[in-house]
C-alpha cells in the first residue's frame, strides 16, 4: 500500500501532531476527530480479508495504527499535549500536508485523503474513482498513478 510505504520510514521520526495531522497545540476536537478518521484508514481489522496484502503488510499496518493509538492517548493529556506543542515548530492555520503528500496540488491532495478515507471503509469503487479524479488533477504524480493501479488491483474481478 502507498500510504503504509510512505509511513512506515519515518514513524519512529514523527511526532504525535504529525501522526494524526493535527498542528500543535490541536484542540480536544480536532485530535478526536482526526484521530477517528485515521482509525477509520488503518484499523488493521478493515484489511484482514483483502488477499492482496500479505502478512508483512499486515504487520506494518499493525504497527501504524499502534502508533497512531499510542499518539491519540499522549494527546488527550491536556499537560502533556501544552509541552509538546512548545517544543513542535509552530505552523499557522492547518497542520501541512504529509511528506508524501507535499508534491500534490491541494485538490489532489483533497482527492486522495478521499481516496484513503473510501479505501478505510472498503469502499474500493469510491477510492478508484477519486484517485482518477486526483490523476486527472495532477497527471505527473508517481504517487498517484501508484495508489490508483493498487487500488484498482483490490476491485473484484469481473
Known sequence: MALL????????????FELLDVAPP???GEIQRAFHQKA????????RSMPALSPDDHERLETIYSRVAQAYVTLRDPEVRAQLSRSAPQRPG???PPA???SLSAKAQS???RAEAALGTGDIAS???????ALAAQPDSALLRSALAEAQGLLPRR
Open 5 to 16: 510505504d510512505a509511513l512506515t520510514p519515518r514513524l519512529d521520526r514523527l511526532s504525535p
Open 26 to 28: 490541536g484542540t480536544d
Open 40 to 47: 477509520a484508514q488503518l484499523h488493521p481489522d478493515l484489511y
Open 94 to 96: 492547518s497542520a501541512p
Open 100 to 102: 508524501h503528500l507535499a
Open 111 to 113: 482527492l486522495y485523503r
Open 127 to 133: 477510492a478508484v474513482l477519486n484517485l482518477r479524479m
